[in-house]
């Protein structure tokens, strides 16, 4: 295994009682690395991002984040979930918490940081994706692209070495869609390594430097993404691009 | 003034409103003027009873009242209302039971220092809290000491124990007992563990399963035969397990609908962010949760507020058992209007004020924070 690989997925298979999600899945990223992953709904794309932070357990297969192996030990889940950062399609802020509040409960309880250097860390993370303002809301009082942001910021108050997305911008009104795919952007700039499963393919282009299509539990298709987007190889690749692009 | 009053913009408004409230249709109308008559016709009669034409400590002669035979009532039946008498001079027995009088002063003590234990639990913007929340945890101790007594103070068996003293005992013990365990039974009914998971659902369903007062008798006679010789359990305190067991059973059911309303999105993101199962839940799950079951565990606990008054049947003296006591006096027998409409008051006071309090919380908790 290359001393550069994060996360390596090997022949990782799960079942929902019978039907099967993955497929014998193959995956390497390497640090840095930035993963779009795209592909039919139930096709299970989000449920192998889900698998790497065990938020979903995986029946046979290997998965190993960061040198950690992913079992049923408690103590591998604890150290990889501090390394992986996750962002939600429905954002999954804490209601009852005030935004400011909800990026510093994790370092609080998790790292046990000061509450008022948490509270610091927070309002740094706030700028960066530009709502400082915003601290003292809640999540209910702010617009589907702000909570994103949000919980992209809490996300990495944990200081991630890497993040998954999962459909970050599927819940938002269109006009909202940019705001959170700039603080993307700028996160990939920064090299961060982000698996991002989504159907925004002007971002895939400016961000990616692999895609991944998924179809029916396998990786059916992996390459750059000009090559993906110029020439794609299966029939299936085809078939998707043409509806999602042409729409 | 009168010609302010009389504005005819405010006697249209309040034309309009009686109009479309009270008196929309000839159906309506009717009924509002049967309510009219009702309300008319009652209320000046109960205040009649209850107040003016009642006895108090002396009757309509000035006597002061010593048995039933000084009522004005029992001397002219029809023309007078309630001799409260009986209350006055029982007072001692409704509020204490059979405490010896000389040591009362202890259970005054616990009933003034109670609201001051429980403020910090129910209000958060009290002054000195954090202070206060000390002495709410040593409280117990303190009360069970002057109840109870100790070195300094002489024992008073729970025996003696009874009225409000022991209503509010088992009641207010009961519900902040059964409280925490209820959250436990809870969160083990959705727990994947199977073996605490199967212990959940089967005390819930048990003690759910079972009306109240066969817990008290069980615990009352069939537990001692389960007890070695010579073990026993204080009565009082096997009524207390009892009233708690079947709380918690309750209020965990009410608890288990707030929890199955967090979308499972808020556990994953408290775990994806390297909460442990506890944080997750203490942090993120619970808050949400109890919220939502506000109303419902309320209702549990006013439930067993009035509950207690079951405890009567195992030999303990609440408020209305005490009441049915007074009733088998003979210098009192009879009385029955006074001491019932005295204990209802007691307790609609008591439930009324919860109820009052849920209210409060559910208006506080939704501006607090906008969901």
Redesign the interface.
Known sequence: MDSNTVISLEKVNKWYDDFHVLKDVDLSVTKGEKIVICGPSGSGKSTMIRCI?R?EAHQKGNITVNGTELTNDLKNI?II??D???V?Q?F?????L?VLDNIS??PI??KKTPKKEAEELAMRYLEKVKIPEQALK?P??LSGGQQQRV?IA??LA?NPQIMLFDEPTSALDPEMIKEVLDVMVQLANEGMTMLVVTHEMGFAKTVADQMIFMDEGRIVEQASPTEFFTNPKSDRTKLFLSQILNH | MLIRLLNTSNLIVTKNWLHKNLFSSWGSALITIFCLYIVLKIIPAGLDWLFFSADFAYNFQGDKIIDRTFCSRVMFPGEYGACWAIVIVRWNQFMYGFYPVAEVWRVNIVFALTPLALLPLFFDKVLFRKQLIYFTFIFPFIAYYLLYGGPGLTEISTSKWGGLLVTLFLGLTGIIVAFPFSILLALGRRSKMPVIKSISVIFIECIRGVPLITILFFGNIMLPLFLPDGFNVDNLLRGLVAMTFFAAAYMAEAIRGGLQAIPNGQLEAARALGLSYWQSTIQIVLPQALRISIPAIVNSAIGVIKDTSLVLIVGLFDLLGIGRAALADMNWMKLSHEVYAFVAIIFFILCFSMSRYSLYLEKKLKTDNSI
């Open positions: 932070n938020l604890d979930r501090k992986v950062g996750m939600f429905q999954n802020l804490f209601p009852h005030s409960l994790a309880w998790v809640f209910g009082q919980a809490r996300s944990m």
